[in-house]
């Protein structure tokens, strides 16, 4: 690490906006975990003249970056108590089409971003009675969602149910294909100049008096200004002594994927119904998740989760009895006490940058994430929409005060 960086002046707290360094010089930037959020705040930061190195404990956008299911649901999944969550949410859903239109330039892969909409489906009186009501809190937020009866449905999708109760039609809920994304960031990144290290777990941040001086891999220091946390589900257990260790866990979700026809597939929109989802992608594979289950880093594939997913997904659409089954799967949303995300500086070590904690919305949440990133290291700037979700909530009240 070059001594004539030092000058760099660290953000010091979430609400202290000076800058990560000075202007002339790019600072050299560790980021922990070459997940999705990890790649892309590498590609952009490399872009923006920094040096990059990214680490990952094993094969990089092979955690909750493969395990997802592409989702960009806003609207579909505002629930009371996440206004704060949903405007930012609805920030990077809007970001999404010029997010994905740049990484196919800077990668030359197709990300599969879709663009038919989702719908909520109701099966049932009380699914119609419980959706009707949530209608009703999204549309007072303003979200653009309608209401289908159960012919509409249909005619949107003549492969599901005969017996429809309604739906919720949200038209600005998309897909990507998460693997893709994967792909082609770290295609992206490493074209722009940052340099990834595979298999290099990082065991804790080095700080010297109460700044992150770089990470130690394998009992092996690497020297840098700026220290990014994007190891998902793993953050906590990176040590950042003197700060306590990120409040993260895994939340396991089992899936599965089908394989459809892909000329002539027998769903178009992604599908919410009870107890299920199903995302169709282009290549003919039918996804459908997921379940949502506290137990740790436990990887293994229960009768109970496949029989659950499948059944729900044969209620809603009887017809994927005919597929195969071509995948089965385990993966790991990262969730925090709040199940928000962690975003922006720490209070606690100077140049310490934390962007994990995505629980089920990474995807979603991916452009946001990476452009409030990158502002907070390259200009210092803190981006008002990420204020609410540093880690300082999760302080006792005295402590932070
Ligand atoms: N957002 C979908 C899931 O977490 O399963």
Redesign the pocket.
Known sequence: MSESLSSIVSVKSASDASPVRAASARPCVAVVGAGVMGLAIAWRLAEAGCTVDVFDQGVSGQGASHA??G?L?ACA?AEPGEDNLLGLNRASQTLWPAFAAELEAASGISVDLRTEGTIVLALNADDGARLRHLIAFQQGLGLPVEWLNGADVRRREPHLATKLAGAVWCPEDHQVDNRLVAAALKIAAQAAGAVLHEHSPVERVETVDGRARGVVVNGVRHGADVVVLAAGAWSRGVTIAPAAPLPVRP?K?Q?LALRMDPAAPILSHVIWAPGT?LVPRKDGRLIV????EEKGFDTDLTAGGQLALLTHAWRALPTIEELSIIEQWV?F?PGSRDDAPILGASADVEGLIFATGH??????LLPVTTQAIAALVLEGRADPLIAPFTAERFRPRAEAE
């Open positions: 997802a299911a989702m649901a999944e939340v979700g899936m989802y998740g997921a379940t949502v993966g949303r629980h089920r919305n990474g995807i979603l």
